[in-house]
């Protein structure tokens, strides 16, 4: 049985921790402290979670903390305009990767990563788009993405 779940409305809370936790090791300063953007996003993501529509996310329930989350991987499935290479126009997009500092190393962001991509690929994208911390590029070559002229990073499905 997998650790893996599908994020439920009840885990936003901690899905909005483990984000913070993320901004907070890209930029310095990088939030609003006193949480004010957590208690605004909290009604939208709740929503999200218990929809079925194109933003998912998966998660790893914390083994040492009962109720809290160890890693997120959340997503969404946009669509452009069709080109070579993706006629559907379909595009995966992973905006949100992190692993509780207490529960790192031990595979949980690689096991969430490889839940949305399989994901992406039952919805139909043609290609998975991601920017990539240089700690976290390793993950990302080792599941197959490559670099892009910018700081993306994409994986043909």
């Not at 409305?9 to 899905?15: K, L, N, T």
């Not at 004010?36 to 998912?56: H, K």
């Not at 006629?87 to 690689?110: E, K, M, N, Q």
Request: glycine fraction near 12%; charged fraction near 25%; aromatic fraction near 8%.
């Amino acid at each position: 049985m997998s650790l893996v779940r599908r994020a439920r409305p009840e885990d936003a809370g901690e899905v909005l921790r483990l984000r913070q936790i993320m901004i907070d090791s890209l930029w310095a300063g990088g939030g609003d402290e006193a949480g004010g953007w957590q208690s605004e996003s909290l009604p939208e993501l709740r929503e999200r979670l218990a929809g079925d529509g194109d933003f998912a996310a998966f998660v790893v329930d914390h083994p040492g903390r009962p109720g809290a989350l160890a890693a997120l991987v959340a997503g969404t499935v946009e669509y452009r305009i069709g080109k070579p290479g993706n006629p559907r126009g379909r595009v995966g997009y992973v905006f949100s990767v992190a692993t509780d500092p207490d529960a790192r190393r031990r595979g949980y962001a690689r096991a969430c990563m490889e839940e949305l991509l399989a994901w992406f690929r039952a919805r139909g994208a043609g290609h998975v788009l991601l920017n990539a911390s240089p700690e976290a590029e390793p993950l990302y070559t080792a599941l197959g993405f490559t670099r892009d002229s910018d700081p993306s990073m994409r994986l043909s499905l």
